[in-house]
């Protein structure tokens, strides 16, 4: 299966163009932003070497589905979806921080507080918890946003400190963050899933609070089925999940987390035809919906630039 790894259009009216670890930004005369989201998939902020097949298109679909589902809390950068793997919106200055939010102690924070720490971006965490114990509130642990380094976690009062957010405009997106979460958490419950932890990203267009990138896929979030929950927790077993964490956890049983010195191991096609398969159950798991692939092929390139092209068009957005 062909896979979409990297791209190189030309879109009329295009300004500038930005790779990010997943998604191939294209900024159209300063007014749109055209991002398509590829097949590439990155873990401990490392893009590793394999494109995982249909993941641009899950994402993709799923973010939209969950900023239509949201849109009512806080308005989004998302003006429309002319091809399964790319969306179109406005052209947003985004934060320089990233909102995570944890239900749950998981993951990034298990590892931390395994390791000893009781104090996570300023959050002062309990004793006596064990992996995937729900905390009693959801926590806000916010991390920086880097280009090229590692995110590094930071606390509300640094970031004000610091100046990379505003005192007003942060308190604007934590509270924007616990709305979404809670959201979130209501339509994973529907579907049988726990929200555990999610990571949002905000931007400013004409002064005004946008959200923007993606929402609740399994690129941002984790997920637990909410069957056996109780009881695997009970007995201290691994929780069932949704997410990129399994592949984090094969990544580390091979030696990489990515930390200098650190060789990403070699992906065969069991594990990436693993990857695809969980990307795929949790779109339809998540969104209630079957999902419908896209046929990859050489011509894939071709139909994305033709889809955007005439959705430019059809906006006289720029001269075609």
Request: glycine letters at 6%; aromatic letters at 10%; a negative charge.
């Amino acid at each position: 299966m062909q896979t979409l790894t990297a791209t190189h259009f030309n879109f009329p009216g295009q300004k500038s163009f930005y790779k990010g670890k997943v998604r191939d930004v294209y900024n159209i005369n300063n007014e749109l932003m055209v991002i398509v989201v590829s097949d590439r998939i990155s873990a401990f902020d490392v893009v590793l070497p394999k494109g995982i097949p249909y993941k641009g298109q899950v994402l993709n679909q799923i973010a939209a589905h969950f900023m239509k589902a949201t849109a009512d809390i806080v308005p989004n950068w998302i003006l429309d979806v002319p091809h399964p793997m790319v969306s179109v919106g406005k052209f947003c200055q985004p934060f320089k921080v990233e909102m995570v939010i944890r239900g749950y102690l998981s993951g990034h924070a298990w590892r931390e507080y395994k390791a000893g720490k009781r104090e996570i971006c300023g959050v002062r965490l309990p004793e006596g918890m064990h992996e995937n114990d729900k905390f009693r509130e959801p926590i806000v642990t916010p991390t920086t946003k880097e280009d090229v380094a590692h995110d590094e976690d930071i606390s509300k009062e640094d970031i004000i400190k610091h100046g990379l957010v505003s005192k007003e405009h942060y308190e604007q997106l934590e509270n924007y963050t616990r709305l979404l979460f809670r959201r979130g958490t209501e339509m994973a419950a529907n579907q049988g899933l726990i929200l555990v932890d999610t990571k949002y990203e905000f931007g400013l267009h004409e002064g005004k609070i946008y959200l923007i990138d993606e929402v609740h896929t399994p690129d941002s979030s984790r997920y637990f089925y909410s069957e056996g929950y109780e009881e695997r927790q009970k007995n201290k077993q691994p929780q069932r999940q949704l997410s990129k964490e399994f592949l984090r956890e094969w990544l580390i049983a091979n030696n990489f987390q990515g930390l200098e010195g650190q060789s990403v191991p070699a992906m065969d096609d069991e594990i990436v035809n693993a990857v695809s398969a969980r990307y795929i159950e949790l779109f339809d798991k998540i969104t209630g919906n079957k999902f419908v692939p896209t046929p990859g092929g050489a011509n894939l390139e071709a139909e994305i630039e033709k889809s955007v092209v005439n959705y430019l068009k059809e906006r006289a957005t720029v001269q075609v």
